[in-house]
C-alpha cells in the first residue's frame, strides 16, 4: 500500500478508557468488510488489518461457495494482501487442528460440569496446568492453545448461566495481558467461526461482557463475522437490565453496545429501535443519539429532542413509563457527570442557549462561549429558531411533568429567558407563545426572585400589546390573545381545574398541576394585569371568528365571551355583549362548533336572569326583531330560485337564531313565575316576526345536515314539539316522503326537461277561466309537481288565492288531488 492509501486510514481507529491503548474496528474498517471490498481492505494500515486476519485468512483458505470469475480475482487480491503478513502463519496453524475431536473433548467437559465435577481442577480439554495461564498459552502448540482458550471461554459461559442475571467480573489472566490479546482474539474468533453449535456468538459475546477487555474482544468478534452484528446486538439487549445506568453491568453493557454502533454507525438507529422495543438499556438509547451524526442534520428540530419527546409524548405508556424511571433514577445518581443522563441535560442545555437571542443568553453552560451583550435588550427570536424553540419547550414540560425532571438553577434561568423572548408574527411563533405561557403556567416555580417576576409581568403586558398584531400578521385565527382572556376569566372565577385542563390541552400533555401552585400567578393576573373590569371591556373589543366552524381548533374568541356570560361578568361591569353573540352568530359555517349552543344558552340566561337580586335590571339585551328578521331575508325559496346568486347569511346562521327565538321564548314561559316576583317582564318576541320565518323549511333542511349540525336538529326539534306542536305531526312526515323522498327524486330526474316554463299569472288566469280550462290548468299543474317545494314558493299565493274555484261542480277530480299533492309539497316549507 502506498502512504496516500494508509492515510485513508488514520482517525478510524478508536480507543476507549475501560481497554486503555487498544485499537478498535473502525466504521471503514467494519463496512469494507461487510461488502467484502477488496480495494478499501488493501487501504487499510497494518494495525487495522491485523484485527480481520481471522476472517480473511479462512477466507482465503476454505473452499469458497462463490465460483465465478470475479471472486476468484478478489482473493488473488486477498492472498496478496496477507503475504506480508508473519501472524498469517499462526492463524493457518490454528485452522490445521481437527475441530471435530476438539467439539468432543467440550462437549464431555460441558456434561462433566453440570453433573459438579470439575472442582478440583480436572478438565477433558486441558491437563493439570504447570504455570500460569499466560504462560502455558505463550509455551503452547496451536492446539493446545484452542483448547486453554476454550476452557476458560466455556467456564465464563456456564458462570453467565449459573448467575441468574446477576453481574461478576471474572478475572481471566488470558484476557487481560497486553501481550497476548491479538493472539488470544485470532483464537476466539477461530474457536467460534468453526464451531457455531457449541459457541452460539450471542452467547459468547454475552460472556465477554464479564471480562476485561471484553467490549475489544467483542467488537473484534462481531468484525469478524459481519452478518452476527444484528443478531448479537439484538441478544445483548434482550438480556439487558430495564435501567442500566444503575449497575456496573447495566453500564458495561451499554459501552460495549456503544462501542459496536461506533462501528458500524448505519445501524445504529435501528439499534435503538430495539431498545425502545424492549424496554431495556434507556442509558443505550440516549448515547447512541449523541453519538448519532445525521449526513443531513434536520435545521428544524435536534435528533436528540426528536428522540426523547417520542419516548415521553408517544403513545405507548409503557415506553413512557419506563423512560421516566430512568430521569428519576438517574438524578439520584452520585455519578452526576459520567452518567449518559448528565451528558443528555447538558447537551439539551446547549441546544437551548445556541438558540437564545445573543441579548438574552447571559450564561452558557460548561465554559461555551457567547458574546455576552446587554442583558436588558429584547432582542427577538429569529424565525429560523422558532420550531426547534417550541420543540425544546415541549420537551422540557415532558422531562419535568411527566418523567419529574427537576431543573438546575442555570437551566431554570434559561428556560425562563427562552419563554419571554418574543418570536416573530407567524403560526409557529404564535405556537411558541402560547406553549412558553402554558409552561409559566404549569411550572410557576421557574419564577423565584422578584427580577425573574418582573420579567413575566413585562412579557405578559407584551402579549397583551401584541396580540391583535400577531393574530393579522400571522393570518390565524386561534391566537394567544384568547387563551390570556379565558385564563384571566378562569382566574377571577376561581375556576383553577379548568386553567389545568387549558395547558394540559395546549402541551399535548397530561402534567400534575397542583392547584396550590397557581396562586401566584392568580394574583398576579387578576391584581396586575387583568381585572375583571379590563377583561370584560378588552372581550367585547375582539373581533368575531370568520366563518366559524368546527374546523378551526385551538382557543378563540368565542371560548372567552362564554365564560364571561357564565360568570355573569357582562351585567356585572354594565358592557353590552349582543352586537358581539350577533356578529359571531352571522359568521358560521358547518360543520357546527361545539360552542355555539352553549354560548346562546348562556346568553338568553343573562338576558332573562339577573345577575344578582340587589340589581334585578343587570341582565344582556335580546337580539331585536330587526336584526332576526334580515337574516331570514334570502331563505325559503328566494336564495335557491337564484342558485347565480348568493346568500347573505349560511343556513347555519338561520338554524342558530331559529334556535335561539325557540329556546328564549321557551325559557322566557318556564321563568314566568320568577320574573313576576321580580316585577319583570321580559319582551316576547311577536307571532308577525314568527309568521316571516320558514320554521318547517329550516327544520326540513337541518334534517339533511344532521351529521354536520352536531346536536342542534334534534334540539330544535324538542323545541318545536313543544312551542309548535302542529309542525310535527306525524301525518305530515309521511306525506312529505311522497313530496320529498327518494321516489320523487328519480322521477323528476328520469321525466324528459320541460322546456316551457310557467308564470304565477299564467296560472291565476287558468284557475279564471275553470272549468273550460281545465286541461291547461292541469298540464302547469303537472309542471309544478316537477319542481322541490322551494321553488314553488313564487307561485302559493296563486294557488291559494284560486283554491276556492276548484268547488265548481264540474271540475276534475284529478286537478284536487293534484292540487293536495302541491299543498303538502308547499307545507314542507310553508306552515298552513
Known sequence: RTPGQAGKSEGKGREMADSAGLQFVSSFAFEAMQKVDVVRLAALSDPELRLLLPCLVRMALCAPADQSHTWAQDKKLILRLLSGVEAVNSIVALLSVDFHALEQDARKEQQFRNKGGGSNGESFLVSQLQHGLTLEFEHSDPLRRLRLTLSELLVIMNKVTDSNGEFFLKSSELFESPVYLEEVADVLCILQAEL??????????????????????????VANVPDSFNEV?????????????????????????RQLCLMNPSQALNIRAMVVEECHLPGLGVALTLDYKPDAPDEAVSPLVSYVSGLLLGTNSKVRTWFSMFIRNGQQSKRESSSVLWQMRRQLLLELVAILPRSRSTRVPNNGKIDDEGSSGYSGLREEHVVKASALLRLY???????????????????????????????????????????????PTLVSTPEQEQLMVMWLS?????????????????????????????FHSNQLSSIIELVCSTLGMKIAIKPGSLSKMKTIFTQEIFTEQVVTAHAVRVAVTNNLSANISGFLPIHCIYQLLRSRAFTKHKVSIKDWIYRQLCETTTPIHTQLIPLIDA???????????????????????????????????????????????????????????????????????????????????????????????LVTQAQGLQQELGGLHSA???????????????????????????L????????????????????????????????????????????????????????????????????PRRLIQTLNKLWMGLNTVMPR
Not at 446486538?233 to 453496545?257: F, Y
Not at 438546575?408 to 411558541?432: H, I, W
Not at 400589546?465 to 385564563?487: C, I, N, P, T
Request: with cysteine; proline share 6%.
Open 196 to 221: 457455531p453449535f457449541l459457541l452460539p456468538i450471542v452467547d459468547v459475546a454475552e460472556a465477554l461482557l464479564h471480562v476485561r477487555n471484553g467490549d475489544w474482544f467483542m467488537c473484534l468478534l
Open 233 to 257: 446486538c439484538r441478544g445483548l439487549i434482550k438480556n439487558g437490565e430495564r435501567q442500566d445506568e444503575e449497575s456496573v453491568g447495566g453500564r458495561h453493557r451499554t459501552e460495549a453496545l
Open 397 to 443: 414540560c415532558a422531562l419535568m411533568g411527566i418523567a419529574s425532571l427537576r431543573p438546575t438553577d442555570e437551566e431554570a434561568e434559561q428556560l425562563l429567558q427562552l419563554m419571554t423572548s418574543r418570536p416573530p408574527a407567524t403560526p409557529a411563533g404564535v405556537r411558541f407563545v402560547s406553549l412558553s405561557f402554558c409552561k409559566l403556567l404549569a411550572f
Open 462 to 490: 407584551w402579549m397583551i400589546k401584541e396580540e391583535e398584531y400577531f393574530e393579522s400578521a400571522a393570518g390565524v385565527s386561534a391566537s394567544f390573545g384568547e387563551m390570556l382572556l379565558l385564563v384571566a376569566m378562569y
Open 603 to 697: 346568553y338568553i340566561n343573562s338576558i332573562l336572569t339577573p345577575a344578582s337580586k340587589a340589581n334585578p335590571e343587570a341582565t344582556n339585551q335580546p337580539i331585536t326583531e330587526q336584526e332576526i328578521l334580515r337574516v331570514f331575508q334570502s331563505s325559503a325559496g328566494q336564495a335557491d330560485s337564484s342558485r347565480g346568486g348568493r346568500q347573505r347569511y349560511s343556513i347555519t346562521t338561520q338554524l342558530l337564531i331559529l334556535y335561539y327565538i325557540l329556546s328564549y321564548e321557551e325559557n322566557l314561559l318556564a321563568s314566568t313565575k320568577q320574573l313576576a316576583l321580580m316585577k319583570r317582564k321580559p319582551k316576547s318576541y311577536s307571532a308577525a316576526l314568527m309568521d316571516q320565518i320558514p320554521i318547517k323549511y
Open 716 to 742: 330544535l326539534l324538542r323545541l318545536l314539539a313543544t312551542n309548535y306542536p302542529h309542525l310535527c305531526l306525524v301525518e305530515d312526515w309521511v306525506c312529505e316522503e311522497e313530496v320529498t323522498g327518494t
Open 744 to 811: 320523487p327524486l328519480l322521477r323528476r330526474m328520469m321525466l324528459p326537461f320541460i322546456a316551457r316554463r310557467y308564470t304565477q299569472n299564467q296560472l291565476h288566469q287558468a284557475f279564471q277561466k275553470l272549468p273550460s280550462s281545465s286541461p291547461r290548468l292541469m298540464r302547469i299543474l303537472e309542471y309544478l309537481t316537477l319542481l322541490s317545494p322551494g321553488d314553488l314558493i313564487p307561485y302559493a299565493e296563486a294557488l291559494t288565492a284560486s283554491m276556492s274555484l276548484l268547488l265548481q261542480p264540474a271540475v
